[in-house]
């Protein structure tokens, strides 16, 4: 079993949609947790990160750690055609730096 | 404030052969980190470094070497090069105050013939 699991999608929405992204994880010690946007061809470009549990906004996106669930979620309001890419959600712990990332969801937003 | 960059962007390289990748970190960083992400797939962890040392590494062989210079910039070098070597490389730069907030650049796509 992988750490950090993700569904590859691709996930298919209309413009304008509410976008729900999530990931599972199995290490508890998993305290910081992010989200990459990756365009085709190009490298992991971060969105927002959230340390422990709770929510946290920035414009059109937020991100949920439910920490006693082990389940994150990345929200994206008001898709657009440009919000299609690969995202993928990151996590590390206390004891080290390397980022343990999922599969990454292939979302694609149709006018 | 220019980001991370990478050199090259694209390679082309025969079995056996060695290879050597360059970053240099986004501006403030002092903290180099290397993942590969083979298609289809999440970036793995390679190693990291930070004030010229390997400190931390992943499940990854001998064959994958590392190195900093004192501009914080960074070097992966790959000998023997193997078909399961081709993938996309990416370098990540973060502050090490705070490591896991990495910013990660465009990458170098490897193709091992």
């Known amino acids: 079993q992988k750490e950090v699991e993700q569904d590859p999608g691709p996930l298919s929405v209309p413009e304008g949609a509410i976008v729900s992204l999530n990931c599972t994880y199995s290490n508890s010690a998993f305290q910081y947790f992010m989200w990459y946007r990756q365009y085709s061809r190009k490298g992991p470009e971060l969105l927002m990160y959230t340390y422990s549990s709770g929510n946290k906004e920035d414009g059109r996106f937020t991100a949920q750690v439910d920490k006693s669930s082990k389940y994150i979620s990345l929200f994206i309001r008001d898709s657009q055609p440009s919000d299609s890419a690969t995202y993928l959600c990151?996590?590390?712990?206390?004891?080290?730096?390397?980022?343990?990332f999922g599969t990454g969801t292939r979302l694609q937003v149709f006018p | 404030d220019a980001g991370v960059t990478q050199s090259p962007t694209h390679l082309i390289k025969t079995r056996g052969q060695q290879v050597t990748l360059r970053c240099s970190p986004k501006?403030?960083?002092?903290?180099v980190s290397w993942y590969q992400q083979a298609l289809g797939q999440g970036p793995q962890f390679i190693f990291q470094y930070y004030e010229e040392e390997e400190r931390q590494r992943g499940n990854f062989p001998d064959r994958f070497s590392g190195h900093q210079f004192p501009n914080y910039s960074s070097e992966l070098n790959v000998n023997a090069l193997l078909l399961g070597d081709s993938a996309l490389y990416l370098c990540a730069s973060s502050p090490r105050q705070i490591s896991y907030e990495q910013y990660f650049g465009p990458g170098t796509r490897l193709t091992v013939t």
């Open positions: 990151a996590m590390s712990d206390y004891n080290t730096d390397k980022l343990i």
């Open positions: 501006s403030g960083h002092d903290t």
